[in-house]
């Protein structure tokens, strides 16, 4: 199962930081992924993408997850060789994450 | 004293719809209308429209906009406003003005200034994301401060009917007519940080009504094709109800709510503007009925003390090329001419990247979805010092026509110049903001 399958998510830009939401579409499922998807295994799954560090903070009010990646969005929107310079299309490079 | 407010949000960037924010003026008993047009590198880019032409530097489409709104806003009785001012607000009020007398209508315009600092800022300052000094990163076109509600204030507190400004944080745009009409304490910073949630779920506009949301089967929306964007019922005690005009398409349900509420957000507990350090995490959302959406709790602690500086600088030129592969051997056929490109370009730009478009070229990987691409389309950028050097890419990979892999074709090229964007912090005492009005 793919984190695709139970949750969604909105990537945004600050610099060379990438935002990702990750919102259980139940909210019951929010426990499982509290417990499943750490900051550690976002940071092996998106090694290509994320070079810096990875921060998780946790909504519980609104069930849901935030990852905050450093180092993200090579090097900077504004600058970036990259297509996506903003890293717009990464949330759904998150989901593609298995369970 | 009112007790409600509506703040409608008419568009989310520069290049947003144009007629959401008419159908919101014309349908939705508003109070206020917003529109947010100013991205991080906007202001930069205008500030050079503004050095060509002194009567320009705002918003590429506040014409348009202003001509289809001005005599809505005026027969509806909504007041405006924006950062469509851009590099220049005082340009953008006078072309409201002359707009105005076009369609001999009367109308009185605020332009809030003062964000412009770029001879204020300290150049060997460390820029905020790299830790280096500004002066380090090339030649400074512009140096804007992100103001707040402290600069907004002023102008609704004269009877224009527009207020128009350069840069101000964007939930800023939101919170200030909130402050204006509920009388609440600049130092309540509580109640301040509830109105800053309000205002960012709002300042995408159509990011909270299904827009930027919709998966085919997973999260359906309907009618996108006229997605209406939202207003807030906001309430003196700083709850809000988040909706949009009956008969709109889109969505508003607790998925788009959270998903806008976290965009863009780097900490959750500590969201900074000029006007609070606002508290996300102690947001509650509840779907209060169909399409509504209702916001409570949130806070905040005290403001910072200086004002965020965006800083823009002259980086390089980017060139580009794109051609197509497709049928037997794709890929391999454009990694061929990947190759190639590589060996032509070395030495005359800076950092070539090579992506293949359909493999994997946004996500820089596949995640072992290894199946073969029927097409792949071969995109070549690099950075160089001239725009003469950032046009070679484009031509190396059009030479490709007749000197490259078999049945390659849909060359596209491009040489952008590219300004770049870094951040640093002034003294507020530096900073003085100021109201200019003007009737026409």
């Known amino acids: 199962m793919k984190l695709y399958d139970i949750a969604h998510s909105r990537a945004g830009d600050k610099g060379d930081t990438l935002t990702l939401s990750l919102i259980p579409y139940k909210e019951e499922d929010y426990s499982l992924l509290c417990n499943a998807v750490t900051a550690d295994k976002v940071k092996t799954h998106l090694s290509q993408i994320v070079k810096g560090e990875i921060i998780r903070y946790e909504l519980p009010n609104i069930s849901s997850l935030l990852f905050v990646c450093k180092q993200a969005l090579g090097g900077g929107v504004t600058t970036s060789l990259r297509l996506d310079a903003h890293g717009k299309t990464l949330s759904y490079a998150l989901l593609e994450m298995e369970m | 004293m009112k007790n409600k407010i509506r703040i409608g949000c008419g568009a989310g960037f520069s290049g947003d719809r144009l007629e959401p924010a008419l159908v919101l003026v014309e349908k939705g008993g508003l109070d206020y209308l917003v529109l947010e047009c100013l991205a991080e590198r906007t202001i930069a880019l205008a500030q050079k429209r503004k050095l060509q032409d002194a009567n320009k530097g705002y918003d590429p489409l506040l014409e348009r906009r202003i001509k289809l709104l001005l005599p809505l806003l005026i027969k509806n009785n909504v007041r405006l406003i924006t950062n469509m001012g851009a590099a220049n607000p005082l340009a953008a009020a006078k072309a409201i003005i002359s707009i105005a007398h076009s369609l001999n209508i009367s109308v009185t315009v605020a332009a809030v200034t003062g964000d412009e600092v770029l001879d204020k800022i300290d150049i060997n300052a460390a820029a905020l994301e790299t830790n280096t000094p500004i002066a380090g990163f090339g030649n400074i076109i512009s140096a804007n401060a992100y103001l707040g509600i402290d600069a907004i204030i002023p102008a609704l507190q004269t009877n224009a009917n527009i207020i128009i400004t350069g840069r101000v944080a964007d939930p800023s745009l939101f919170l200030a007519p909130m402050v204006f009409e509920f009388g609440w304490n600049k130092n309540d910073f509580d109640i301040l940080g509830k109105g800053t949630v309000t205002g960012h779920l709002l300042e995408c506009a159509g990011q909270i009504t299904g827009g930027y949301f919709a998966d085919p089967g997973k999260k359906d929306v309907p009618n996108m094709a006229s997605l209406g964007h939202p207003f807030a019922d906001v309430h003196a005690d700083g709850t809000a109800h988040i909706g949009k005009v009956d008969g709109t398409g889109g969505t508003i349900n607790l998925q788009t709510a959270k998903e806008q509420l976290l965009y863009e957000v780097v900490n959750p507990y500590e969201y900074y503007t000029p006007d609070v350090v606002a508290d996300f995490t102690t947001v509650h959302l509840k779907q209060y009925g169909e399409n509504i959406v209702s916001i409570t709790g949130g806070g905040g602690q005290q403001k910072p003390a200086t004002y965020k500086v965006s800083v823009g600088y002259q980086s390089h030129h980017l060139g580009e090329g794109e051609i197509s592969y497709a049928?037997?051997?794709?890929?391999?056929?454009?990694?061929?001419?990947?190759?190639?490109?590589?060996?032509?370009?070395?030495?005359?730009?800076?950092?070539?990247?090579?992506?293949?478009?359909?493999c994997t070229s946004v996500h820089q990987t596949s995640f072992n979805n290894d199946a073969k691409p029927y097409e792949?389309?071969?995109?070549v950028a690099a950075k160089a010092t001239t725009p003469e050097f950032a046009a070679l890419v484009g031509e190396?990979?059009?030479?490709?026509?007749?000197?490259?892999?078999?049945?390659?074709?849909?060359?596209?090229?491009?040489?952008?110049?590219?300004?770049?964007?870094?951040?640093?912090?002034?003294?507020?005492?530096?900073?003085s903001p100021s109201v200019t009005v003007i009737h026409s």
């Open chain 2, 327 to 358: 049928g037997s051997n794709a890929l391999a056929r454009a990694q061929l001419a990947g190759g190639i490109i590589c060996e032509r370009l070395q030495g005359q730009v800076d950092d070539v990247k090579i992506d293949y478009m359909g």
């Open chain 2, 376 to 379: 792949v389309r071969l995109r």
């Open chain 2, 396 to 431: 190396e990979v059009e030479a490709l026509y007749t000197n490259g892999p078999a049945g390659g074709g849909g060359v596209r090229k491009y040489v952008t110049e590219v300004i770049g964007i870094v951040s640093t912090l002034i003294d507020r005492k530096l900073v």
